[in-house]
């Protein structure tokens, strides 16, 4: 399997807060990036990991940092030169706890899986890259803005928010990083820290 970690946002919601990127906000000593991809190596330890992300900052040993040919829209984080078969889309901005990512790991489908709860999508696993290329591209024609979950819509024909087929809940304390005010709670909240 092959891991792309999204990490070329633009961070408008971030609004620079801690002076850098929210990918490379640190928890217990690692970035966002370096925990994900440590934990990657943990438990998949024989699988390729690239970042999207046009800054050398987001540079993490075990990974390939891959800059994007098109980052114009929001739903170009699903980098399309990227899109195979056998690829898992991961957002960068994400704290994932072990329990989730071997979840995403191990959990396996025909076309495209979904994972998040009602709320918020945290990866996207790619069994046919010629799907996810076709429902990607339909987003773009409809919401350039669109977002993980206008893919799903757009894959499923259900409702926006709307959870049905080829959709994984995780419920555990996985948690992204959008505005300063999750950072914050997140790090206040010590039960959430391994």
């Given at each position: 399997?092959r891991?792309?970690i ?10 620079n807060?801690?002076g ?20 990657l ?20 040993k ?7 040919l098109?980052n ?11 899109i ?17 990512l071997?979840?995403?790991?191990k ?30 591209e ?10 993980g ?8 024909g ?23 005010e ?13």
């Amino acid at each position: 399997m092959r891991y792309i970690i999204m990490a070329d946002g633009r961070g408008k919601r971030w609004k620079n807060f801690t002076g850098q990127s929210k990918h490379l906000i640190k928890i217990k000593h690692e970035t966002l990036l370096e925990r994900l991809v440590r934990q990657l190596r943990t438990f998949d330890e024989d699988c390729d990991i690239l970042i999207t992300a046009k800054d050398e900052c987001h540079e993490v040993k075990g990974a390939i940092r891959h800059r994007p040919l098109n980052n114009k829209d929001e739903i170009d984080r699903f980098t399309a030169e990227l899109i195979n078969d056998q690829v898992c889309f991961l957002y960068g901005d994400t704290y994932y706890t072990d329990d989730a990512l071997v979840g995403i790991i191990k959990t396996v489908g025909t076309k495209l899986l979904f994972f998040g709860d009602e709320k918020r999508i945290i990866a996207v696993k790619v069994f046919d890259g010629s799907c996810m290329k076709k429902h990607v591209e339909a987003v773009k024609r409809v919401n350039p803005n669109g977002k993980g979950w206008h893919l799903y819509q757009a894959y499923t024909g259900l409702e926006l928010y709307e959870i049905g087929h080829d959709f994984v809940v995780v419920e555990d304390k996985t948690q992204d990083f959008n505005t300063p005010e999750d950072y914050l709670g997140f790090i206040n909240e010590k039960s959430v820290l391994e």
